[in-house]
């Protein structure tokens, strides 16, 4: 359970391109999901999420070789900033996952889960707001935020904050990660709830 808990882990972190139909909507129909970025946002590339996967400096070296050969396709990633950028990027990921072995657990149970390896893969982290059922899209979900150090292979160190929503679906969940500094000095936790707001989910 250790090993899948680590690789779901690591899908929180991972980064794709997106190429949606007008310029600031995504819509997966197989999936039943849609999203609509801010104007001035960017789509990611999958070059960019490559990059910034072995940029990222964790705790724990296993966490680290795992999250770089077992992450997966997000279906849709959002920065603010062009890359490359010298800062903390503020960022929207999406990625939908089967539930498997996690089949009759809820929001919360799964990410409670999922929190406690992110606790230990990250320099000071600490869980700033536990998992809590929110609703998302009109479907029962969970939320959780933490604040860590996210420190870079060249030897930078950011004070960043994450946070996730978890949403089941039939035998399906999303996951939803956003990430900005803690200080808010190159993008705001208010930008990303904007972005959260305009998510339709299928029921």
């Keep these: 359970m250790t090993r899948r808990l680590v690789l779901l882990a690591c899908l929180f972190f991972s980064i794709t391109a997106a190429t949606p139909k007008d310029a600031n909507r995504f819509r ?3 999936a039943g999901f849609e999203v609509t970025k ?5 789509f990611a590339t999958m070059e960019q999420s490559r990059e910034n996967l072995k940029r990222a400096k964790l705790s724990d070296q296993e966490f680290q070789e795992a999250m770089v050969k077992y992450a ?8 603010k900033h062009a890359e490359p ?14 539930l498997g ?3 009759g657990k809820s929001a919360l149970d799964i990410a409670g889960l999922l929190v406690a390896p992110l606790q230990k893969a ?9 998992p809590k059922e929110v609703v998302v899209s009109g479907l029962k979900a969970a939320y959780a935020r933490f604040d860590y150090s996210l420190e870079t292979a060249d030897g930078g160190s950011f004070p960043t904050t994450s946070e996730l929503w978890i949403i089941p679906r ?34």
């Design 28 to 30: 997966s129909p197989v």
């Design 72 to 79: 997966t396709t997000p279906m849709v990633s959002i920065l």
């Design 101 to 103: 072995e996690l089949k």
């Design 122 to 130: 990250f320099k000071d982290c600490e869980v700033k707001e536990p």
């Design 170 to 203: 039939g035998d399906y969940f999303f996951m939803i990660g956003a990430g900005t500094r803690q200080d808010e000095a190159t993008g705001t936790r208010s930008e990303i709830a904007a972005i959260l707001k305009t998510v339709k989910i299928d029921h």
């Design 38 to 42: 801010p104007a001035q946002w960017q």
């Design 85 to 98: 950028f010298a800062d903390v990027n503020p960022s929207f990921r999406v990625n939908v996952r089967a």
